[in-house]
T-cell receptor, first 115, second 115 residues
């Protein structure tokens, strides 16, 4: 049972453009939604995270939008750069309820930013 | 401050053998999580240890096991290796549940190849 669905599977964006990756979850008990960035041969790196009591969070060029009623959240990368080319994973956990941070991941989006 | 460190970086084993993978968490973190990242299958939760105890287990057979030591480092053991166990095994650490700052940070992974 896939509890976090991620789309698109791959994405090509021109330099300076906006990259948008979407995720939808099923388990309403999830209360913590991070995004990870992974480069080939490396472990995932925490990029930005949001809690369900907030509809949007921005850190630099990265913004998470969260829609609790639709059970959806998305990552927006503004002014996309070639260095942003990586695989992005959304995830969800029940971290806030003290149940640890066991993460359920989406299937990943391979982003390529072209010059 | 050192991040999560995993060893070895690469491991080649023969089918039927046992593999042992090691993880040292970030200083001050008591929770260690293990994930499997197999090609085409995304990141799958394996095990969660906290304060030396197994707290949660993913949908993996019993030949995947582990332990956490008093210094919070952890070991993942995979017995009776099968070809499909070939994957990148990732370790993540986070502070103790309920201690705040529950973000999970990943190591670089151990690439296990079963031949």
């Amino acid at each position: 049972q896939q509890q976090v669905k991620q789309s698109p599977q791959s994405l090509i964006v021109q330099k300076g453009g906006i990259s948008i990756i979407n995720c939808a979850y099923e388990n309403t008990a999830f209360d913590y939604f991070p995004w990870y960035q992974q480069f080939p041969g490396k472990g995932p790196a925490l990029l930005i995270a949001i809690r369900p009591d907030v509809s949007e969070k921005k850190e630099g060029r990265f913004t998470i939008s969260f829609n609790k009623s639709a059970k959806q959240f998305s990552l927006h990368i503004m002014d996309s750069q070639p260095g942003d080319s990586a695989t992005y994973f959304c995830a969800a956990s029940k971290g806030l309820t003290g149940g640890g941070n066991k993460l359920t991941f989406g299937t990943g989006t391979q982003l390529k930013v072209e010059l | 401050e050192a991040g999560v460190t995993q060893s070895p970086t690469h491991l080649i084993k023969t089918r039927g053998q046992q593999a042992t993978l090691r993880c040292s968490p970030i200083s001050g973190h008591t929770s260690v999580y293990w994930y499997q990242q197999a090609l085409g299958l995304g990141l799958q939760f394996l095990l969660w240890y906290d304060e030396g105890e197994e707290r949660n287990r993913g949908n993996f057979p019993p030949r995947f096991s582990g332990r956490q030591f008093p210094n919070y480092s952890s070991e993942l053991n995979v017995n009776a290796l099968e070809l499909e166990d070939s994957a990148l095994y990732l370790c993540a650490s986070s502070p103790a549940p309920g201690q705040g700052g529950f973000e999970a940070f990943f190591g670089q992974g151990t690439r296990l190849t079963v031949v």
